[in-house]
Each structure stands twice: as structure tokens, then as C-alpha cells.
């Protein structure tokens, strides 16, 4: 379960006030991921992501073979783009360490209005 507590290891979420954060911590899912599971693939619905725990590598196929773009660390979050320009995602991600867990919060309608979703 997503705690207040815990989104506040999210230097993105550490200056929202309490109530905002146990609110936006309610609607977060948590999601838990083993070695070599994917968190999200190349053309699926975008969302929000912050990394709670482990690390996390983002891939792309770029002319026929998989590179590793980057790599997530705790306390930081991506996912970002793709929802401000209502694309889909183009890149995956999948964990490069277990146990990574990630909080997940992806829009209904505008950013504003946010969901949980897995």
C-alpha cells in the first residue's frame, strides 16, 4: 500500500502538504516487480510513475536492437511526457534490480483528475 509517508521519498511530492499527499497517496497502486518483468512496454497508455524502491532501466528499440537508455533510482519518477503531450509511451521499462516498487497514477480525463491504474 502507497502511504503519504512514503511518496514523501519523492523529492517531487516531499513539499505537498499532508492532506494533498494522503489524498494523492489513496489513489496511487502500488506496483510490486520481479527480475525481468516489465513495468510498461512501448506503445500502452502512459502514466505516472514514481520509484519507491530497487532500480529500474529504460529500453528502447532503436533499429532492430534493445538499448538501455537510462536507469531509474529511488526518488525518482518518469512517465511524465508522454501523459503532458496525450502520447503514447515510447520507450519500456523494466527493473535492471529487484525488488523495485513504483507508485502508478495515470489521468481519467486531465491532470488535474488523477486515478490509479495498473
Not at 537510462?70 to 511524465?80: D, I, S, V
Request: proline share 8%.
Amino acid at each position: 500500500m502507497i502511504t503519504a509517508e512514503l511518496l514523501t521519498r519523492i523529492p517531487l511530492f516531499a513539499r505537498i502538504p499532508p492532506n494533498e499527499l494522503a489524498s494523492l497517496a489513496g489513489r496511487a497502486a502500488d506496483v510490486r516487480l520481479h527480475q525481468n518483468e516489465w513495468l510498461i512496454l512501448e506503445g500502452q497508455t502512459p502514466a505516472f510513475f514514481g520509484l519507491l524502491e530497487g532500480r529500474l532501466a529504460l529500453h528502447k528499440n532503436i533499429g532492430g536492437h534493445d538499448q538501455q537508455l537510462a536507469t531509474y533510482e529511488p526518488g525518482e519518477y518518469f512517465g511524465e511526457v508522454p501523459l503532458l503531450l496525450a502520447s503514447q509511451r515510447s520507450r519500456a521499462s523494466g527493473p535492471s534490480s529487484p525488488p523495485a516498487l513504483c507508485d502508478s497514477i495515470q489521468p481519467t480525463s486531465t491532470i488535474s483528475s488523477r486515478t490509479a491504474k495498473c
